[in-house]
Structure formats: structure tokens, C-alpha cells
């Protein structure tokens, strides 16, 4: 079994800030990225910003000058820094994790966390 947990989330206002934490455990041989989905109401989940074992990061376009995603995916943890959030940012906030965890020579699985939720008013 593997579980990825989430932390971090909550209310805030316009313009404030937030860190997110996601750690992953269980039968794990290999992380081979860990990242971060936002699903706001009524609309399809989307990426936010991944980060690859070898330190590679993608970011979506809306938050690349305002989040920053950093981790230790060899300790299977993976965090977002939110900066200047704006109310467009609310939603539910997913930990992602690819990962193998039987072979090395296995396809990636993925993996979700539950869920956090955040909160910017206005």
C-alpha cells in the first residue's frame, strides 16, 4: 500500500501566502516524481507544478511566478511554497506521486493524496 498525506492548507486572504507539504510512504522502491493538482469547484483538476528525481520542475503558467515547488524526493517528500495568492487559487490541492514499487524495470504507477483544500477570499 501506498499512501501520499497532505498538509498545509487552510484560509487565507488576497495576497497571502501558504506552504503545502505532501510526504509519501509505504511500499515504495522509487520516486520518480512528486507534484502538486488543484481541482476548483466545478472544474477538472489541473497541474500546478511536479518535480522530477532528477530535479526537474514543471509549472503551470498561472503560478510559476508566484509558487514554488521543492522537495526531497529520495525522503519521498514534496513541498509548495504559495506566495501572493489570489482567489482564482482556491480549490482542493492534490499530492501526486509516481512512483515504483516493486521493480525498477516496472512502468510508473500513479498516485493521489486525499486532498487539501485552500481558501483565498477577497
Known amino acids: 500500500q501506498v499512501k501520499l498525506v497532505e498538509s498545509g492548507g487552510g484560509l487565507v486572504q488576497n495576497g497571502g501566502s501558504l506552504r503545502l507539504s505532501c510526504t509519501a510512504s509505504?511500499?515504495?522502491?522509487?520516486?520518480?516524481?512528486m507534484g502538486w493538482y488543484r481541482q476548483a469547484p466545478g472544474k477538472q483538476r489541473e497541474l500546478v507544478a511536479t518535480i522530477s528525481r532528477a530535479g526537474s520542475i514543471t509549472s503551470a503558467d498561472s503560478v510559476k511566478d508566484r509558487f514554488t515547488i521543492s522537495g526531497d524526493i529520495v525522503r519521498r517528500t514534496v513541498y509548495l511554497q504559495m506566495n501572493s495568492l489570489k482567489p482564482e487559487d482556491t480549490g482542493d490541492y492534490y499530492c501526486?506521486?509516481?512512483?515504483?514499487?516493486?521493480?525498477?524495470?516496472?512502468?510508473?504507477?500513479?498516485?493521489w493524496g486525499q486532498g487539501t483544500q485552500v481558501t483565498v477570499s477577497s
Open positions: 501526486n506521486a509516481n512512483l515504483r514499487a516493486d521493480t525498477y524495470y516496472d512502468r510508473p504507477k500513479t498516485y
Open positions: 509505504g511500499r515504495i522502491l522509487i520516486v520518480d516524481s
